[in-house]
């Protein structure tokens, strides 16, 4: 069986601007460390199952460059452009093509895929590696839909659930159970209930298929997609070893009109073989800048602090300068709050809105053009 990744990374990370910026949005940063980029860290969490030559990522036309810079360990026609944005369905519809291409040789069904994403903060590596593990050899041997779910920490709204048939077992072993239903993310209250009754688990947006039990779901599921795979296959057919090949000449026609549908709607949710794999490791999505407090050491008044800065009287708050120390810092009395520093931009805001950063993308789009994003 030849095992593959996809990672998805064509997102632009709104919410971590002004650091997160077109042509280096957040998976090209080192949110968690300061040796490697998240998707590095992505990368290198899987190697011991699936070899950096079969790892492919599905991104924009704008970031194949920059990727192909920083992914050293990744052959460069293995990074991918969309040639328009259509959602996760649509990708990873593209990616089913591409790969089918590229191991022609092999039957669809000796191909299995990973599907992961490259914004997630996951440790231990070793329970990471053996949940991916117990969830491919279950979707080659079943011919099943996998995804991983997380034991929900806290009763979390801005993710969304996955509902188990019944509980699993509650010891430290690889687990599969069939999926009754994904739910979407909830208020408060319903999401305290989801925690109460013990069979929810969060979304990790991760998926495992065989490749021929993909294609046969996508076309039963949502065929305006699926029927397409095999026409996209012949338009690449013999070009996906090519450094220099252009997607959207040869297939664009195609993607274009596919619906703009995420995997979860458009197959996850429709398809009757899908199971779960309950996560044996720690997972927190990195979605906007309150995340780096639960990932990155604090002080003694509880303040992560990052690059040149002079902090006075001040708690609970994300000071981060990336200025290469041209900028000092300076805080005095600040409580709950998050400050970024680059070279050309300042963002200041409460901690509790930080989802609300990509509104300063939208006006600063509107009223400065593309220059500071």
């Known amino acids: 069986m030849k095992r593959t990744a996809v990672i998805m990374a064509g997102g632009s990370g709104e919410r971590f601007w002004p650091l997160s910026r077109k042509r280096r949005p957040k998976q090209l940063l080192k949110l968690l460390s300061e040796d490697k980029t ?6 290198s969490r899987i190697s011991s199952l699936i070899a950096p030559e079969d790892v492919f990522i599905i991104t924009s036309e704008l970031l194949v460059e920059p990727m192909r810079e920083s992914l050293v360990m990744i052959p460069p026609q293995n990074i991918v452009a969309e040639p328009y944005k259509r959602n996760t ?59 991983i779910g997380i034991p929900p920490a806290r009763p979390e709204t801005g993710y969304g659930y996955i509902e188990t048939e019944s509980k699993f077992e509650d010891n430290h072993s690889a687990q599969i159970l069939p999926v009754k239903s994904f739910r979407e993310k909830p208020d ?12 929810f688990l969060w979304n990790s947006g991760m998926f495992f298929w065989r490749l021929d039990t993909f294609i046969e779901n996508m ?16 338009n690449l057919s013999g070009k996906t070893n090519d450094l220099h090949l252009s997607i959207e000449p040869l297939i664009g026609d195609v993607f274009e009109k596919f619906p703009n549908i995420s995997i979860d709607y458009g ?7 899908v199971a779960v794999a309950k996560a044996l490791f720690k997972w927190d999505d990195v979605g906007s800048w309150d995340a780096l407090e ?50 050309d931009a300042v963002m200041v805001c409460p901690k509790d809105r930080v989802q609300d950063v990509k509104k300063h993308v939208e006006d600063i789009r509107s009223r400065f053009g593309e220059e500071f994003l």
């Open 188 to 199: 408060l209250d319903t999401a305290k209930t989801f925690i109460e009754s013990g069979n």
């Open 89 to 147: 369905a649509p990708c990873l519809a593209l990616a089913a093509a591409f790969i089918a291409d590229r191991y022609n040789y092999l039957p669809l069904d000796q191909i299995s895929i990973a599907v992961l994403t490259a914004d997630q903060d996951i440790s231990p590596e070793i329970d990471f590696v053996n949940t991916v593990a117990a969830a491919l050899d279950y979707a080659e041997n079943q011919k099943a839909l996998l995804t």
């Open 219 to 234: 076309i039963e599921c949502l065929p305006a997609v699926g029927i397409n795979i095999a026409v996209m296959k012949g």
């Open 267 to 273: 197959l996850m949710e429709k398809a009757n073989n």
């Open 38 to 43: 998240m998707i590095e860290e992505s990368i």
């Open 294 to 343: 639960r990932v990155r050491v604090k002080d003694s008044e509880n303040n992560i602090i990052h690059g040149a800065a002079s902090i006075i009287d001040s708690k609970n708050s994300i000071i981060i300068n990336e200025s290469d120390n041209k900028i000092i810092t300076a805080c005095l009395g600040l409580d709950n709050m998050v400050v970024v520093v680059t070279k």
